[in-house]
């Protein structure tokens, strides 16, 4: 259970998330709806420890992610909007879903190119993609390999920052069922986040809706 | 004042290679409609509208046959077409206060300038044109930006608008702003509007007729009621069903298209869908279909026949 209680943050005299609570079980997937601005990328990015907020803290079962708890942070992952910005364009896409593991010390070479095997697999690619070249792929396979990488330290929850806002309509559902996949597959919590309340609607348990740094009543 | 595209043919050479962007396309469009050209991206939508009036992107050169007339003749940027394009804060001048850039396209002596600026920022809408002139663009949010780029597309005052995805960059509060103020001015100027759009909800909003492209052709057009309510091409019907309902179950899994548009850098045989059609029949993947009726498709032409 993720837990985010009473954040925080400022950048200079504007706050741009202002006191948020909320809570994700496992197995759930939380839609979180709000135009440009209104602070959902930055309440994002702290989850995911990358922003530190001024007040307010984060909980993943019962344990607090500082940023100094690295195995913790392991199990809480960021899904970019734009999937080119965690994809090397000199990298084959074995080698850029290997990186992490590498990082995180996993297993030895051979039981690597498994995981990656396995990773492919869990976004619905076949495992030979591992061979191939980022501009071979469709945006809908290059945001499939960022939700791959993602779950490359085997994560708990998922944070989905507009997964599909910058693909066409006709393949955003390769992406979205991917979700609701491995929601069912791995248990898996995910905070989806996106401007379409009708598209979140749809993949979500439950929506909440964000506006000027604070989570709107109802 | 009919802007006529006639088996519109664009070749592009990037750095290397050449892409087939655009293949035979045809359509014509009056003053006071709206037609929407509806397709992905890298269908060649964009290039198929701006490649004609010498815009294409940086590095690129473009070969390109058929033909696109205003009245018989080849129409003039900024006169005859004005342009606006998709994201402001990219086409705008961080340096340069709004009024003085609206007014770029009016070959105007400098004094005029201000005063045309403010009548034109006035024309589309803004709340107080006086303070948006004089404003620099990031004083402005991102509908009132748009709606100044409108501004400076009718500053030669032209016939025909081409809008470019003008909502996409921007929240749905702010696309409705935008719309509104595109379907006001057209009532008002008897503008032909030409809207470059992949959200069917703008096309259902403000279209008269649309084109569907896919892999550089129209693969099907007709008036927008007809092709919104009963589609008949199988890429058509695959877009529209893509859309997401309000009223779906949440947890419902998601309609869409396996697979992706072909490579336009090679040759494509038979019909481009073909690889991704659910009902494709053998001759799909051998013959190109020709556009009859309104639509492009093999299966339909094969339907009708029996």
Known sequence: MLVVDDVRVRFGAITAVDGVSLTLAPGEILGLVGDSGCGKTTLARVIVGLERPESGRVFLDGEELLPKRRELRRRVQLVFQDPESCLSPRWTIGRTLEEPLQVAGMGNRRERVARVGELLELVGLPQAFAARQPRALSGGQRQRIGIARALASSPDVLVCDEPVSSLDVSVRAQVMNVLLDLREELNLSVLLIAHDPVLVHQASDRVLSMRAGALQPG | MTLVAENLTVRLYPAKGAVHAVNDVSWHLEPGRTLAIVG?????????????????????????????????????????????????????????????????????????????????????????????????????????????????????????LIADEPTTALDASMQEQVLDALADLQQRLGLALLLITHDIGVVARMADDVAVMYAGRIVEQGPASRVLQAPEHPYTQGLLAAVPAADVKSGTRFVGLEGAP???????????????????????????????????CHVRTHARSR
Not at chain 2, 270 to 295: K, Y
């Open chain 2, 262 to 296: 072909p490579d336009l850098t090679e040759r494509i045989r038979g019909c481009a869908f073909a690889p991704r059609c659910p009902l494709a029949l053998d001759v799909c993947s051998t013959d190109r279909p020709e556009l009859v009726d309104g639509v492009s």
């Open chain 2, 40 to 160: 992905e991206s890298g269908s060649g939508k964009t290039v198929m509208s701006l490649a004609p009036l010498g815009l294409l992107p940086p590095g690129v050169s473009a070969d390109i046959s058929g033909s696109l007339t205003l009245d018989g003749t080849k129409p003039t940027l900024g006169s005859d077409v004005g342009v606006v394009f998709q994201d402001p804060p990219s086409a705008l001048n961080p340096l340069r206060r709004v009024g003085s850039q609206v007014t770029d396209a009016a070959k105007l002596p400098r004094k005029q300038r201000r005063a045309r600026a403010i009548e034109l920022l006035e024309l589309v809408g803004l709340p107080d044109p006086v303070r948006a002139a004089d404003a620099y663009p990031h004083e402005l949010s991102g509908g009132m930006l748009q709606r100044a780029m409108i501004a400076g597309a009718l500053a030669g005052d032209p016939r025909v």
